[in-house]
């Protein structure tokens, strides 16, 4: 099945027309509530200047952060409104609601070429809703915003993988185009599911723990080598009888991992030295330990060097790596060393000729904040969720929806 892509519609013709388009802004912002990486903002300027350029009367719907259904002023979009404006050189109107009296008024009176930004989607709780009539209800009112001749352009890759009213459930009621964005990481992707060169190794790491232990699963089948640093591993050592005091632990996912471990053990690469502090925090004091070694009450924030030698070796000989998820709290100076280590070796990598792609929100903000170069990966993802489970072989809601 084919999917219209934006250069379709531009074929079509948009002048003067309303054109929705989900976008991923979901940019990290500190306390101050400013931007701290603005990725996912310049990945989509792409559409939208190309939609300017044709004369279409932009509508942008976008999420930030999880208001959980509730307006909350905390998780606007007003900083995005603002850095928006600038990055395109023209001004990005913010609508004070989601699809009320504000926005209707907003959207009636663009212009040829003016871009509105709607209020975050999930203040509605409809946007998220299990409810398939829920949803379309919110959509419709979604779409009563593009009048008639409407068009929708779905550019959020990393919310793809969600059947969410402003990904999925709008683009059943409108002509319906993938967005370049989207397209591109398509592309990306499925050189690495469909025909990735060997050796193909995937690094896992982050948070996100119980998210990720089911990729494990799948990728273990597909891929030829594991790395497993950053909070995912913790479970994994204490599944081997290491005591790993207070690391992120799922103790829940215990005789899951040692399943994992006796299946595919030989493709599963661990940390083999760790670096150990006394508690969560950019100054705690710390210390490199062997697997068994982490002091009464320490944890363990970062992987040790000894790892990353053992994990850079494994990625030189590479021929396609993907990589999600940070070794250690990148965050903070003390941590970065294994999520620098690793990055630096797929670089090398890279360099000698393997394909690679970083997928991920954090693993692309690691990347920037630790200065390293964005040109010496092959493909840096907008979309974390999204990229895995496409990896994985899953269907993507948001893409299947387009084919039609
Ligand atoms: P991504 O956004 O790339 O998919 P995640 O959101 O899963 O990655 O995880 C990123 C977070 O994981 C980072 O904020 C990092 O500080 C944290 N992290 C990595 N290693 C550890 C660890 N050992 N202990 C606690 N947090 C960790
Ligand atoms: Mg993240």
Request: charged share 25%.
């Amino acid at each position: 099945m084919t999917v219209k892509s934006l250069q379709d519609l531009l074929n079509e013709g948009v002048e003067g027309r309303h054109v929705l388009v989900r976008s991923d802004f979901n940019v990290p912002l500190n306390d101050a509530r400013e931007i701290t990486d603005a990725g996912r903002i310049n990945a989509s300027l792409p559409t939208i200047k190309a939609l300017v350029e044709g004369g279409a009367r932009v509508i942008l719907m976008a999420h930030l952060g999880r208001p959980k259904g509730e307006v909350n002023e905390k998780f606007s979009l007003a900083p995005v409104a603002e850095a928006l404006s600038e990055a395109l050189g023209q001004y990005v109107a913010l609508a004070g609601d989601v699809v009320g009296e504000d926005a209707h008024e907003r959207a009636n009176g663009l212009n040829d070429g003016d871009v509105l930004l709607l209020e975050n989607v999930r203040f509605d709780p409809r946007e998220t809703s299990k409810d398939e009539a829920e949803r379309g209800e919110f959509a419709d009112q979604l779409v009563a915003l593009a009048a008639e001749n409407g068009a929708f352009v779905s550019d959020g890759f990393g919310v793809v993988h969600r059947a969410q009213a402003s990904v999925y459930d709008v683009a059943k009621r409108l002509p319906h185009y993938a967005g370049t964005l989207v397209q591109k990481e398509i592309d990306v992707l499925k050189k690495v599911v469909e025909n990735p060169e060997r050796p193909y190794v995937v690094v896992l790491g982050g948070a996100k723990v119980s998210d990720k232990l089911g990729v494990i699963e799948a990728l273990a089948a597909k891929a030829d080598k594991l790395i497993i640093g950053g909070g995912m591993c913790y479970t994994f050592l204490a599944a081997q009888g290491i005591n790993v005091q207070k690391s992120l632990l799922q103790e829940e996912q215990i005789d899951k991992c040692k399943e994992l471990l006796a299946t595919y053990g030989d493709k599963l690469v661990l940390p083999v030295d760790l670096i150990a502090a006394t508690e969560f925090g950019a100054d705690a004091e710390n210390k490199v330990v062997e697997l068994d070694g982490i002091p009464e009450g320490w944890m363990s924030l970062d992987v040790g060097p000894k790892t990353v030698e053992k994990f850079a070796g494994v990625l030189k000989t590479a021929k396609t790596v993907f990589w999600n998820g940070p070794m250690g709290v990148f965050e903070f100076e003390a941590f970065s060393k294994g999520t620098r280590g690793v990055a630096e070796a797929i670089i090398e990598a890279t360099a000698n000729g393997a394909f690679s792609v970083v997928g991920g929100g954090d693993s692309a903000a690691a990347v920037r904040l630790l200065g390293l170069d964005e040109e010496g990966f092959s493909h840096i993802s907008t979309g974390g969720g999204a990229s895995l489970e496409y990896l994985e072989g899953k269907e993507l809601p948001g893409v299947k929806v387009l084919e039609s």
